[in-house]
């Protein structure tokens, strides 16, 4: 078999919303060059599928035929009619078109539900789709992502379909958990794949996964229950599915540690005092209010411009002293004027108090802000915008269509730009459809405020669920020394995760529930010796009659752990004369022949409950994924694994299935060979 290239390997990560494709590898790895929605249409004959919604169009045209006439001088006129006097007829004629519309997902067949193959046609027929799509030469190997919930079976339908639709020369199947641990070069890791209705959580183990206790599929800790949650706290304020998917997307939306207080809840806290002390003092400032608030008019307080007693001690005024002093109407003036001032006072203090404040709210982090406004996009037809006087957005601002550009970091404030762009009046082009056809909608944007409902997409039960399939996953594993490093390598993933807070959020429930100090991992191992290793269950240390030591007052039955402990420092202290060489010699032989067997079996940490849990970094090797994020690394494992099978070992490892062992062994061989 002549050796493969680089750029003739094609990668095939399916999701259950997202396919992951590209034909090549790159010098440096790249995020997948091909991103299409794990869905097909129903074409017009049964079986048969579309990558895109076929829609009818019948456009009717009005066409002349005209009959041959010998020519003369008479001008042919036309009736109003329509028809045309001794020379033909006007006839109308009914066209259909057929338009692809990349914008709806009406029909559409998801062949992946919570990580398992429902439509093995539709599957089969999206990957032929992308296949065309990239169109890879004859001699290309080719390399599938699995997901943990596919069976063996699962596994041989899609070689059988491989070796024989596209005729490849050699074909590998590849864990995803696996690939992660590729992409983070970690042989020992917990993988923690949060996706779009689950969670997979598989524990990793010197790059062999460990399938007892592995936690596959778990339902509803995905970012569709985090969006359903959404849904379940804003429905009453008009929020529709398509609105709280697009807020759990947006940066406001985030998901505090467990403890953390909410932004109103802090406030309530601060305010709430002692309900009779706060009673007394608002009673004694209501008195002294009332008893120095006695108006008062230019000539002093309650007297006129001469001096007269205009209001008495209890501010009611003097009418009589006031018309004798024949200045009425100047007091009633003073009277407009000084109501004026303090209004204008107010009304000014007012806002420089809201000026002052609002630099401080814009400064809050989003987790201390009680409430935070987002965009939000959606589709209308371009009849009902015409009519309200709307104008959509561009091509490039839609939501969700053509390449899909990767969200970088989040605002680490969550604030969002309060003011609308303004958009393109233009109609929104079909780009993807045939040539001149125009879409009959277009995207507006809008916006909204959230209040706290925004940091509650978590609080359904996800964190507990999943951190609980964690946890069972981590004890299954029978090499009980190695799961203090599956505590220590934890790795979540998946576009679930992307939620802001999400991964921090998870790790402080890990924490908060199964944490315990190492102080109380090492509360039996604190009374034995410092020169002297713990006790393991290895069977070594159970005690033995030794016959040589028959006659010594220790008896036959003596524990090797307890006299070798007391005899460390002075050995031959307690032993017979003429014994204590020989007895000091066997010793040593047995704590030689003890170490021995412990190296096998030492572990450090504790076997049971962690003692400290920690979230592994990917390394930067690639700086193309950094603006990307990790949420995908398994595609960058699957191309640093194709990099491996295909090209560096050539098969020697039996890493990937070829042509002749496929017609030798058939479907069923893919199980030798895949990893």
Same mark, same amino acid.
């Not at 992409?183 to 524990?203: F, L, N, Q, R």
């Not at 209001?311 to 007091?331: P, R």
């Not at 393991?536 to 028959?550: D, Y």
């Given at each position: 078999?002549?050796?493969?290239?680089?750029?003739?390997?094609?990668?095939?990560?399916?999701?259950?919303?997202?396919?992951?494709?590209?034909?090549?590898?790159?010098?440096?790895?790249?995020?997948?060059?091909?991103?299409?929605?794990?869905?097909?249409?129903?074409?017009?004959?049964?079986?048969?599928?579309?990558?895109?919604?076929?829609?009818?169009?019948?456009?009717?045209?009005?066409?002349?035929?005209?009959?041959?006439?010998?020519?003369?001088?008479?001008?042919?006129?036309?009736?109003?009619?329509?028809?045309?006097?001794?020379?033909?007829?006007?006839?109308?004629?009914?066209?259909?078109?057929?338009?692809?519309?990349?914008?709806?997902?009406?029909?559409?067949?998801?062949?992946?539900?919570?990580?398992?193959?429902?439509?093995?046609?539709?599957?089969?027929?999206?990957?032929?789709?992308?296949?065309?799509?990239?169109?890879?030469?004859?001699?290309?190997?080719?390399?599938?992502?699995?997901?943990?919930?596919?069976?063996?079976?699962?596994?041989?339908?899609?070689?059988?379909?491989?070796?024989?639709?596209?005729?490849?020369?050699?074909?590998?199947?590849?864990?995803?958990?696996?690939?992660?641990?590729?992409?983070?070069?970690?042989?020992?890791?917990?993988?923690?794949?949060?996706?779009?209705?689950?969670?997979?959580?598989?524990?990793?183990?010197?790059?062999?996964?460990?399938?007892?206790?592995?936690?596959?599929?778990?339902?509803?800790?995905?970012?569709?229950?985090?969006?359903?949650?959404?849904?379940?706290?804003?429905?009453?304020?008009?929020?529709?599915?398509?609105?709280?998917?697009?807020?759990?997307?947006?940066?406001?939306?985030?998901?505090?540690?467990?403890?953390?207080?909410?932004?109103?809840?802090?406030?309530?806290?601060?305010?709430?005092?002692?309900?009779?002390?706060?009673?007394?003092?608002?009673?004694?400032?209501?008195?002294?209010?009332?008893?120095?608030?006695?108006?008062?008019?230019?000539?002093?307080?309650?007297?006129?411009?001469?001096?007269?007693?205009?209001?008495?001690?209890?501010?009611?005024?003097?009418?009589?002293?006031?018309?004798?002093?024949?200045?009425?109407?100047?007091?009633?003036?003073?009277?407009?004027?000084?109501?004026?001032?303090?209004?204008?006072?107010?009304?000014?203090?007012?806002?420089?108090?809201?000026?002052?404040?609002?630099?401080?709210?814009?400064?809050?982090?989003?987790?201390?802000?009680?409430?935070?406004?987002?965009?939000?996009?959606?589709?209308?037809?371009?009849?009902?915008?015409?009519?309200?006087?709307?104008?959509?957005?561009?091509?490039?601002?839609?939501?969700?269509?053509?390449?899909?550009?990767?969200?970088?970091?989040?605002?680490?404030?969550?604030?969002?730009?309060?003011?609308?762009?303004?958009?393109?009046?233009?109609?929104?082009?079909?780009?993807?459809?045939?040539?001149?056809?125009?879409?009959?909608?277009?995207?507006?944007?809008?916006?909204?405020?959230?209040?706290?409902?925004?940091?509650?997409?978590?609080?359904?039960?996800?964190?507990?669920?999943?951190?609980?399939?964690?946890?069972?996953?981590?004890?299954?594993?029978?090499?009980?020394?190695?799961?203090?490093?599956?505590?220590?390598?934890?790795?979540?993933?998946?576009?679930?995760?992307?939620?802001?807070?999400?991964?921090?959020?998870?790790?402080?429930?890990?924490?908060?529930?199964?944490?315990?100090?190492?102080?109380?991992?090492?509360?039996?191992?604190?009374?034995?010796?410092?020169?002297?290793?713990?006790?393991?269950?290895?069977?070594?240390?159970?005690?033995?009659? &030794?016959?040589?030591?028959?006659?010594?007052?220790?008896?036959?039955?003596?524990?090797?752990?307890?006299?070798?402990?007391?005899?460390?420092?002075?050995?031959?202290?307690?032993?017979?004369?003429?014994?204590? &060489?020989?007895?000091?010699?066997?010793?040593?032989?047995?704590?030689?022949?003890?170490?021995?067997?412990?190296?096998?079996?030492?572990?450090?940490?504790?076997?049971?409950?962690?003692?400290?849990?920690?979230?592994?970094?990917?390394?930067?090797?690639?700086?193309?994924?950094?603006?990307?994020?990790?949420?995908?690394?398994?595609?960058?494992?699957?191309?640093?694994?194709?990099?491996?099978?295909?090209?560096?070992?050539?098969?020697?490892?039996?890493?990937?299935?070829?042509?002749?062992?496929?017609?030798?062994?058939?479907?069923?061989?893919?199980?030798?060979?895949?990893?």
């Amino acid at each position: 078999m002549p050796p493969f290239k680089d750029e003739h390997v094609l990668i095939i990560t399916p999701g259950s919303q997202t396919t992951l494709a590209q034909l090549g590898l790159p010098e440096s790895f790249t995020p997948a060059q091909l991103r299409t929605s794990t869905r097909m249409f129903p074409a017009e004959n049964p079986g048969e599928w579309e990558p895109l919604k076929v829609r009818e169009r019948k456009v009717t045209k009005r066409r002349s035929d005209v009959a041959p006439q010998p020519v003369d001088d008479d001008t042919t006129m036309a009736n109003t009619d329509g028809t045309i006097n001794n020379a033909g007829t006007s006839v109308e004629e009914e066209d259909t078109y057929f338009e692809e519309d990349p914008t709806t997902e009406e029909g559409a067949i998801y062949p992946i539900r919570q990580g398992r193959i429902v439509d093995w046609s539709c599957l089969f027929a999206l990957m032929t789709h992308i296949y065309n799509t990239l169109s890879p030469p004859f001699h290309t190997p080719i390399l599938v992502i699995t997901q943990p919930a596919w069976t063996a079976q699962d596994h041989e339908t899609l070689t059988q379909f491989f070796f024989e639709k596209f005729k490849t020369p050699a074909f590998c199947l590849m864990d995803s958990a696996l690939a992660v641990c590729y992409a983070y070069a970690a042989s020992t890791a917990t993988v923690i794949d949060v996706g779009y209705e689950k969670c997979d959580i598989s524990a990793v183990i010197d790059f062999l996964i460990n399938d007892v206790g592995r936690g596959t599929a778990v339902p509803s800790c995905g970012g569709e229950g985090m969006t359903q949650r959404l849904l379940e706290l804003l429905s009453e304020k008009g929020f529709t599915r398509d609105m709280c998917e697009q807020l759990k997307r947006s940066g406001i939306c985030e998901i505090l540690p467990p403890g953390t207080a909410m932004p109103g809840e802090a406030e309530a806290e601060v305010t709430n005092v002692n309900p009779a002390a706060a009673a007394s003092a608002g009673a004694n400032a209501v008195g002294l209010k009332g008893r120095g608030s006695v108006a008062g008019v230019e000539g002093g307080d309650g007297q006129d411009g001469e001096g007269r007693e205009v209001e008495d001690n209890e501010g009611v005024l003097d009418v009589a002293t006031l018309v004798v002093s024949g200045k009425t109407n100047e007091f009633l003036a003073r009277k407009e004027k000084e109501k004026a001032e303090k209004a204008e006072k107010a009304a000014a203090k007012k806002a420089a108090q809201e000026a002052a404040a609002a630099p401080k709210q814009a400064k809050l982090p989003n987790a201390k802000r009680l409430t935070a406004s987002f965009h939000f996009t959606e589709r209308r037809p371009l009849e009902e915008l015409n009519r309200n006087g709307k104008r959509p957005l561009e091509n490039g601002a839609s939501h969700g269509e053509g390449e899909t550009k990767r969200p970088r970091t989040p605002d680490p404030h969550g604030g969002t730009d309060s003011t609308a762009t303004e958009a393109d009046p233009t109609p929104v082009m079909n780009t993807d459809a045939s040539a001149g056809s125009v879409e009959t909608t277009a995207l507006i944007r809008r916006e909204v405020d959230v209040g706290i409902e925004r940091f509650q997409a978590a609080t359904g039960g996800i964190l507990d669920q999943t951190a609980d399939a964690i946890h069972r996953c981590i004890l299954s594993v029978p090499e009980f020394q190695k799961r203090a490093e599956l505590w220590d390598n934890l790795i979540i993933i998946g576009n679930g995760s992307k939620v802001r807070g999400f991964k921090e959020a998870l790790v402080a429930k890990l924490n908060s529930k199964y944490l315990i100090s190492p102080s109380s991992a090492t509360i039996f191992t604190s009374e034995l010796p410092s020169n002297f290793t713990t006790p393991v269950a290895t069977g070594t240390n159970t005690p033995q009659p &030794q016959s040589h030591l028959s006659n010594s007052h220790h008896g036959p039955g003596v524990n090797p752990l307890l006299l070798a402990a007391t005899t460390a420092s002075n050995p031959g202290g307690l032993a017979p004369p003429g014994q204590h &060489q020989h007895l000091h010699a066997q010793l040593q032989m047995q704590q030689y022949q003890q170490q021995n067997q412990q190296s096998l079996h030492q572990h450090s940490g504790h076997g049971q409950t962690p003692t400290s849990i920690k979230l592994t970094k990917m390394p930067e090797y690639f700086p193309e994924w950094k603006d990307v994020g990790t949420e995908e690394a398994a595609f960058l494992g699957a191309q640093v694994a194709a990099k491996v099978v295909f090209v560096v070992d050539q098969g020697l490892s039996k890493g990937f299935m070829s042509r002749t062992e496929y017609n030798d062994l058939g479907p069923q061989g893919i199980h030798e060979f895949c990893m």
